[in-house]
């Protein structure tokens, strides 16, 4: 593939890849490459590839006209994800070598790999290659992890801040951070927003898809409150399950996530017995775009309790879909939904007492709230605006 040397380079690490099937970081690099307007941009995007189907993928392919490379996964635990990093940025320095590139620039999404990044910065440096980092939300502070392993993230951070040329925040609460935590690197930052979206699921309300899956799930159109997001403690999930069960709802809390096998779950059926309220439904995983989107439309009330990290796309996607929002009080979320939600806290009694005034809320007040969000997706979420200053900003360096 001949390489145009007159395009500015953007390499992409720190994704699973494109096509997106699932993730945030995936999202994004799927609607930065397909909503692409100039033409003196060139994307080349790492995508990561299970030992066993390495050996029968091509090594390069092209999508949505980026230059998509495939890096072999190696099986060694949750240190996987930092060897994956590294050997995709191995690939762009050989790559940008080879090619001999004039105009590239590396942007690694989240702070995995701190420890080993002044050796390889040094090597862009000779490249004349810049490197940008997107410093993700606090993975420092996520409950999975042990404490030695808190405290390489937190050390990972600290590196990736110091020898970044400049860090892309999709948070203005974490450009904060960054800047006061840091302030000693004199970090340099910016602030582009994810994205998401407002049109409608494709899928129409007789849909088998859709009919189907009510069915199945036995829950119906607008009678249920909504939660989506990964399975991990710091979302909340006891908090919410705890207060929806003290609550006088009549309709079912419906919670979408990979919750199969994973030991949280026996542990939050024992904190709070949510097995014993027939309302509250663990529904598995909707991995269909299109239905998960009707899903979110559908819901009377959507549920937010996240509380590590920056703009989450799971809340983005219910502001876009579902009109009654109710989301932990805590600042990303107050940033992103400002006047067009409701909030709550941790305390006793405030989640379900929120849950019991909006159950008897009137419609209109309840549109309106719908109407408030979507304006919020539009002005400020955009994703055709935000690769609009994405692309700005890498023809700027």
Known sequence: MQVNNNKQHVFIIGSKGIPARYGGFESFVEKLTFYQKSPDIQYHVSCVVEKGEYESRQRTFTHNGAICFNIRALNIGPAKAIFYDIDALKYCIKYIKSNQIQHATIYILACRIGPFI??????????????????????????????????????????????????????????????????????KTTFIAYGSETNKSRL??????????????????????????????????????????KSKAKKDLVIITGCKGVPYYDKLKDETSFDQDKRIKFVGTVYDQELLKKIRENAYGYLHGHEVGGTNPSLLEALGSTDLNLLLDVGFNREVGEDAALYWNKLDGDLAGLINRVDQMGGEEIEELGRKAKKRIRDAYSWRNIV???ERLFLTV
Request: charged fraction near 35%; include cysteine.
């Open 388 to 390: 609009e200053e994405y």
């Open 118 to 187: 002044s050796y390889y910065k040094k090597q862009l440096e000779k490249l004349g290659a810049h490197l940008y980092v997107n410093p993700d939300g606090h993975e420092w502070k996520r409950a999975k992890w042990s404490a030695p392993v808190r405290l390489y993230w937190k050390q990972s951070e600290k590196m990736m801040v110091k020898y970044a040329e400049l860090l892309i925040c999709d948070s203005k609460n974490i450009e904060n951070y960054i800047k006061e935590d840091y302030k000693k690197n004199y970090p």
């Open 204 to 245: 129409a309300d007789h849909d088998p898809k859709v009919t189907d899956w009510y069915h199945e799930k036995d829950v119906k159109p607008k009678g249920y409150y909504l939660v989506v997001g990964r399975f991990v403690p710091e979302n909340n999930y006891e908090t919410m399950i705890k207060e929806f069960t």
